[in-house]
């Protein structure tokens, strides 16, 4: 994903990518991820382990309660 911010954010308008490239490159960026990487938090590299397992057990109990009551973690309403 930054490969594809990078070239979008280039100096010279000429060399980057046009839309079409941009949405082929998303499209399969978007399809290389799968579900569980998706649904899993983003965790720094930097935090004490014991942190990063204590997020991971709190992720992991509400994406549970989630598809256990059929609600969505995401609000559709704003």
């Known amino acids: 994903m ?3 911010v990078d070239e979008m954010a ?3 308008p000429t060399s ?3 839309i079409e490239g941009v949405v082929e ?4 960026i ?3 991820l799968d579900e569980s990487k998706l649904r899993s938090p983003i ?3 930097h935090k004490p ?6 997020l991971c057990a709190k992720q992991a109990l509400l994406t549970l309660w989630c598809l256990v009551s059929g609600k969505a973690i995401i609000s559709e309403t704003l």
């Open 10 to 12: 280039d100096i010279n």
């Open 49 to 54: 382990c014991f942190f990063v397992m204590f």
């Open 25 to 28: 490159k998303f499209s399969l």
């Open 43 to 45: 965790m720094s590299k």
């Open 30 to 32: 978007c399809e290389s």
């Open 16 to 18: 980057r990518p046009s």
């Open 2 to 4: 930054q490969d594809l």
